[in-house]
């Protein structure tokens, strides 16, 4: 069984959508739950993480991990055509990260 | 702040053939991570170091693959004899933490073609 679990897309929907982006995982011992945002030929930057269970919000973005289930989700509220990249999870111990294959998404003006 | 710098950004070789990459981190991160992306795949761990010692090349292909990182600093990782299947992104990553959460950051990348 892999570490992470990942729907690759590719996801597209209109401006102004919200969007659900979720990943599975295996691993009990991760306590970190990182998103990291990847443009077309660029490195992925960390858009956000929280730590155990429970909801974070940083602007148009939420993520939410229910760590009984083993299952990430990361929301995107009034979607726009700048969010259009793969995003990939990265639940980690705190010093070793596992990444999933990332969702492609496309919003489309 | 500057980010990440790695070089070349593109490379193009035949099968058999030798390539080297390299990476200046982040001023003052102690830790530096090379990874493989696959097109279509998540970023794979090939070696962490912190500062000059290597954490974990668990993943490491030895055979052909070797990485250095020069006085804590800069780091280059080579491919020795490439193959069809090494090509994919090498991406170098900087951490700021020795302990607690690592927040990565990530260079642009080179993208390896090996023909």
């Known amino acids: 069984q892999k570490e992470v679990e990942q729907d690759p897309g590719p996801l597209s929907v209109p401006e102004g959508a919200i969007v659900s982006l979720n990943c599975t995982y295996s691993?009990?011992?991760?306590?970190?739950f990182m998103w990291y945002r990847q443009y077309s030929r660029k490195g992925p930057e960390l858009l956000m993480y929280?730590?155990?269970?429970g909801n974070k919000e940083d602007g148009r973005f939420t993520a939410q991990v229910d760590k009984s289930s083993k299952y990430i989700s990361l929301f995107i509220r009034d979607s726009q055509p700048s969010d259009s990249a793969t995003y990939l999870c990265?639940?980690?111990?705190?010093?070793?990260?596992?990444f999933g294959t990332g969702t492609s998404l496309t919003v489309i003006p | 702040e500057a980010g990440v710098a790695q070089s070349p950004r593109y490379k193009i070789i035949e099968k058999r053939q030798s390539v080297a990459f390299w990476c200046n981190p982040i001023?003052?991160?102690?830790?530096l991570y090379w990874y493989q992306q696959i097109l279509g795949q998540g970023p794979k761990l090939l070696i962490q170091?912190?500062?000059?010692?290597?954490?974990?090349d668990s993943q490491l292909p030895k055979d052909r693959f070797s990485a250095e990182r020069l006085k804590g600093v800069d780091s280059t990782l080579k491919i020795q004899p490439a193959k069809l299947e090494d090509s994919a992104v090498y991406l170098c990553?900087?951490?700021?933490?020795?302990?607690?959460?690592?927040?990565?950051?990530f260079g642009s990348g080179t993208q390896l073609s090996v023909l």
């Open positions: 990265a639940p980690n111990t705190g010093n070793q990260f596992y």
């Open positions: 170091f912190q500062n000059n010692g290597v954490v974990d």
């Open positions: 691993n009990s011992a991760f306590q970190y």
């Open positions: 001023s003052g991160h102690a830790t």
């Open positions: 990553a900087s951490s700021p933490t020795t302990g607690g959460v690592e927040k990565l950051f």
């Open positions: 929280t730590y155990s269970s």
